[in-house]
């Protein structure tokens, strides 16, 4: 990593002073700053677009060692650096527990990033982490020695480049991948671009650090008020090459709801074709779906309690099942994953299309009304001209709808009526090792919440918990504390209730075309949140777990058998709130901010995927949904994208 350079003396000063608060080591285990977090996390900063939020932190830190800031969280007019340890904790501790949620955004996000960072560098001098011993956990799997070549061979972009084509997409993810596939397949000329790089077999070593600073999206990586975490991917393949595998088809009665917003393909037999194809292509099976320990608590509390439990369909083929499959969410080292990578891009690139890395979009050229091409720009400042009869836009529902604004398109539904799938999980420690990190990703599932209120309710799911997952939920009430809670990381067991949102939020754009996710559970939402918690507790008691938590900042926890029980635990985690910074919420699943409809006073795009403002001009990803899908969203992706690609190139030909 390059160190940023862009902060001053005193403002890594005042950050070191604060990692090392929530992070002083002990016991063989090195501070937060010797281990180079205050490094990691500038340059992370530094590489965020948004300069409005690194002027934030910048002034954050500029006042942060004074005596009125430290006083204003209760350590007396002195400054934070002169502070003991303890006396550090309470004034963090005051942001954390703020009534104003710009502080507690504020801890929030230091915090994250602090124990994110320290629990994945390695040693400074290349050795593993202590902390990964004192977690009891093993480290990252190296690479594999005997890892295939890369199949793909994307362009070399080394001075400005103009191209011709057909079909332009943007993105390479789900949406753009499968459009890729599709369009080549019928004999037009592809152009890919990609904002990230191309990684396959021989670049997944298991670590985080490797994972987190290459393939997933750097920024943004939570709502504006840090209340959501978010994770999307972001290299060739986007988020199909770090997903869990989970091919849930887009359930009837979605596919319905969808149909009344105006596109009756959704209900017919046109979809259900393109569903059908994109199940086939990524060999959507259930003969690797060995349970996990982890797993293996969910079905015994679920089977306890007498509720749904069933096996969960997987894009797999020859999957190991066991430690290699832990780790897949950070890349499959065995090619096991059917990403659109090995799937989709794959048919295109066979068919001729061209594949452009480290690239991304700037603008969408339109003339007289009509998309015909993309200016874009290489990570290395190359600028990139594609001149074409047809543009997808397929960049993530968070990218899209900038890509879009940044264009010039006006339709009011441009960004709007996003939806999160949000999770707050329920946590708990066994009494013996459930390994978190290792097994079959999803294997399992539990339907017993989906239906609470016409059709929007929970679903139940376990994913493989790798610290950064962990650290993102556990509560900080002192470094202490905080390593008791990780010291017991190899029992612990984690279930999300996965809500589908009903009201969502939008994705707004900054003067400087960056995307910015304002989200608020509504009334309505919380409700189904709060059934999750509860749930996820219910199953997790039934299982035999000898303390439950939730991800509440104010560490709340309960023991079943003891007084109060779960009715005090969830009275204690309304009394904890679920505001910004209160409840820490996550989401992998980023839907509908330029749905597809029947009407452009209610959607951005037509039942054709086109936008309502520019011809030849196609959405094709998650973007798309008219509401949330309640399943975990990849096959609905790639079948809206199938089904529109196929479309376009029924036009085009």
Avoid at 240 to 252: A, I, Q
Avoid at 372 to 386: C, N, Q, S
Avoid at 519 to 533: A, E, Q, V
């Amino acid at each position: 990593m390059a160190v940023a350079s862009s902060f001053s003396p005193r403002q890594r000063a005042a950050l070191t002073a604060i990692c090392d608060t929530f992070f002083p080591g002990g016991d063989g285990v090195p501070s937060a700053s010797a281990l180079g977090t205050v490094d990691a996390l500038l340059d992370a900063v530094a590489a965020n677009p948004r300069a409005a939020e690194r002027k934030q932190l910048a002034q954050l830190l500029d006042v942060w060692d004074t005596t009125p800031l430290t006083a204003l969280g209760g350590g007396g007019f002195r400054r934070f650096s002169t502070l003991n340890q303890a006396q550090r904790e309470r004034v963090l501790l005051s942001w954390c527990d703020s009534r104003i949620p710009q502080r507690r955004a504020a801890f929030q996000a230091l915090r994250k990033g602090t124990l994110i960072i320290a629990t994945m560098l390695p040693n400074p001098d290349g050795s593993p982490n202590p902390a990964w011993d004192a977690m009891g956990f093993p480290g990252p799997l190296g690479k594999k020695a005997d890892a295939p070549a890369k199949r793909l061979t994307p362009l070399t972009i080394s001075s400005d480049t103009h191209l011709t084509c057909d079909v332009v997409i943007v993105g390479s993810g789900a949406g753009g991948g499968t459009s890729a596939g599709v369009l080549a397949a019928a004999g037009l000329d592809v152009v890919v671009l990609e904002m990230g790089g191309y990684y396959d077999d021989a670049d997944f070593d298991g670590s985080e650090l490797t994972a987190l600073s290459n393939f997933y999206l750097g920024a943004p990586q939570a709502t504006a008020d840090q209340s959501v975490a978010l994770m999307a991917g972001s290299c060739l393949g986007g988020g199909t090459v770090v997903n869990y595998s989970t091919s849930f088809r887009t359930p009837d009665e979605v596919r319905a709801e969808w149909a009344r917003h105006g596109v009756a393909a959704f209900g017919g037999e046109e979809y259900t074709q393109s569903l059908d194809a994109v199940v086939e292509r990524l060999g959507v099976n259930l003969d690797y779906n060995k349970a996990s320990a982890r797993e293996e608590l969910l079905r015994t509390g679920c089977e306890a309690l007498g509720w749904h439990v069933e096996a969960m369909p997987r894009n797999v083929r020859d999957c190991d099942q066991g430690k290699e499959c832990g780790y897949c969410g950070l890349g499959c080292r065995i090619g096991a994953k059917q990403s659109v990578t090995k799937t989709w891009l794959a048919d295109a690139a066979d068919a001729g299309a061209r594949l452009v890395i480290n690239t991304r979009a700037d603008r969408i050229l339109i003339e007289s009304g009509a998309a015909r091409g993309v200016e874009a720009r290489t990570a290395d400042g190359h600028r990139v001209t594609v001149r074409s009869r047809a543009v997808v836009a397929a960049c993530g529902a968070l990218h899209t709808p900038a890509l879009l604004r940044r264009s010039g398109l006006e339709n009011d539904n441009i960004g709007k009526h996003l939806k999160l799938h949000p999770v707050a999980p329920a946590m708990a420690i066994f009494e013996h090792e459930v390994r978190p990190w290792e097994g079959v990703m999803q294997a399992l599932y539990s339907d017993q919440h989906r239906d609470l209120d016409n059709g929007y309710g929970v679903k139940y799911e376990t994913p493989p918990t790798q610290p950064h997952i962990v650290n993102s939920f556990l509560p900080w009430r002192g470094a202490r504390a905080f390593r008791e809670l990780t010291a017991a990381y190899p029992f612990i067991a984690g279930i999300g209730g996965v809500v589908r949102d009903r009201d969502g939020g939008e994705v707004r754009v900054g003067r400087d075309g960056e995307p910015v996710v304002r989200y608020h559970l509504s009334k309505y939402d919380l409700g189904h949140m709060r059934t999750g918690i509860d749930g996820a507790a219910e199953i997790l008691e039934a299982a035999g777990a000898k303390r439950i938590f939730s991800s509440h900042s104010r560490g709340v926890s309960y023991e079943p058998g003891r007084a109060g029980g779960r009715a005090r635990f969830m009275a204690d985690c309304d009394a904890a709130g679920y505001g910004p910074g209160q409840c820490l919420m996550g989401s992998f699943h980023i839907m509908g901010s330029a749905r597809m409809g029947g009407m452009p006073t209610t959607s951005a795009c037509d039942p054709t995927g086109q936008t309502w403002d520019v011809r030849d001009l196609l959405v094709c990803d998650g973007s798309a949904f008219p509401t949330a899908s309640g399943v975990n969203p990849m096959i609905s992706i790639e079948s809206i994208a199938h089904m529109n690609a196929r479309g376009l190139a029924a036009r085009l030909a």
